[in-house]
């Protein structure tokens, strides 16, 4: 009996929880007993994540050469991540397809004019698709608002790697030129505005001058951080670093994980936090109310609840660590995740099969 085959599909750019997820599929489906290829739309993020796990992958450079391609190169099943794959999908209608949700529609399109043709594409997606994985409770409730059938809805939680040696301390302190005697709260995070990056740079004068933040992350509002943490004369305390390979390891050496975010459907840097026994604080907002589980929830929009949340998490991070820990190997292991996945992708393939 051959493996049921399964095309990804994604459009998406290279920093995010998205790509990362594809990445986790690329490696782990295999032993799954699926046979994966990709096809790969701008900005051609797949491409490498792919390649690396020995997947062969196509590219196309329109949604409508995607449309083409998906009809000339029949699987068993299509699995899309997206709204222009989700476009293609429903240009080509595969017999069997699968997408996964990884936002709120939401914060994915803040412009009123974008969010509504994306909800209107939303609905005709909802008519043709068989399955949609949702990353959260938060993203499945979206899209149950928006007309999805509860039975056509699945939440598998994301997954990440188990923890890698952490950073020793000196070396974390050097890299962000911190005195040897700080606390460090850290922030991974795309420096956009709906990552709430500006409200964990508002705390630190709420805590005392022991506490140092650590930012690694890219994006369009690097500029305007740096402008706050000059008014705020925090130049000292707060350093904005670009994203780096190694950041796991540089969380495990952090005191407490701060996710600000103003929405967010899930959060991978939760896990990977949880997972290295760091105790996370974040607002409560969307599928963070998942994700935390070894942390500290703190009340959306408030600098002062930020620093309350990172003083509580430190006085109790051998506890909440330990929470944490036993929380990621419950809930957010890879082995889980791959299964869970590899089951809905089974059962569209075996949709209307009779």
């Known amino acids: 009996m051959s493996a049921l085959s399964v095309l990804e599909v994604y459009a998406g750019g290279g920093v995010g929880g998205a790509i990362r997820h594809l990445e986790s599929l690329c490696q782990l489906l295999p032993a799954e007993g699926l046979s994966l290829q990709a096809l790969s739309m701008p900005p051609h993020a797949l491409r490498p994540v792919a390649e690396a796990a020995g997947i062969s992958v196509a590219s196309v450079d329109s949604i409508a050469e995607a449309g083409r391609w998906l009809s000339e190169h029949p699987v068993d099943v299509v699995h899309t991540h997206g709204l222009r794959p989700a476009l293609a999908a429903l240009h080509a209608r595969p017999d069997h397809w699968v997408r996964t949700v990884h936002s709120l529609l939401g914060s994915d399109y803040r412009d009123p004019l974008r969010q509504a043709a994306a909800a209107f594409t939303e609905r005709r997606v909802i008519r043709q698709v068989d399955m949609t994985i949702a990353i959260s409770q938060a993203v499945r409730d979206d899209r149950l608002r928006?007309?999805?059938?509860?039975?056509?809805?699945?939440?598998?939680?994301?997954?990440?790697?188990?923890?890698?040696?952490?950073?020793?301390?000196?070396?974390?302190?050097?890299?962000?030129?911190?005195?040897?005697?700080?606390?460090?709260?850290?922030?991974?995070?795309?420096?956009?505005?709906?990552?709430?990056?500006?409200?964990?740079?508002?705390?630190?004068?709420?805590?005392?001058?022991?506490?140092?933040?650590?930012?690694?992350?890219?994006?369009?509002?690097?500029?305007?951080?740096?402008?706050?943490?000059?008014?705020?004369?925090?130049?000292?305390?707060?350093?904005?670093?670009?994203?780096?390979?190694?950041?796991?390891?540089?969380?495990?050496?952090?005191?407490?994980?701060?996710?600000?975010?103003?929405?967010?459907?899930?959060?991978?840097?939760?896990?990977?936090?949880?997972?290295?026994?760091?105790?996370?604080?974040?607002?409560a907002v969307g599928g963070l109310k998942e994700a935390v589980i070894g942390g500290v929830l703190v009340t959306p929009a408030s600098p002062q609840a930020l620093a309350a949340g990172v003083k509580d998490a430190f006085l109790r991070r051998l506890e909440l660590g330990e929470i944490g820990q036993l929380a990621y190997q419950r809930h957010f292991s890879p082995d889980r995740f791959a299964a869970e996945t590899a089951a809905v992708l089974r059962s569209s393939a075996n949709r209307n099969s009779a």
């Open 146 to 283: 928006l007309g999805t059938a509860p039975g056509r809805i699945q939440v598998v939680w994301n997954a990440v790697p188990p923890a890698p040696a952490p950073l020793s301390r000196q070396e974390l302190l050097s890299r962000a030129n911190f005195p040897a005697t700080s606390q460090v709260a850290m922030v991974v995070a795309r420096l956009q505005v709906v990552k709430g990056v500006d409200q964990a740079i508002a705390m630190m004068p709420h805590l005392d001058a022991s506490w140092h933040l650590l930012v690694r992350g890219e994006g369009s509002e690097r500029a305007r951080l740096a402008k706050q943490v000059a008014r705020l004369g925090l130049g000292d305390r707060v350093a904005l670093l670009p994203y780096s390979q190694t950041v796991r390891a540089e969380m495990g050496a952090a005191d407490v994980l701060v996710i600000p975010s103003r929405q967010d459907g899930f959060s991978l840097v939760a896990v990977e936090a949880q997972a290295a026994g760091v105790p996370v604080v974040a607002v």
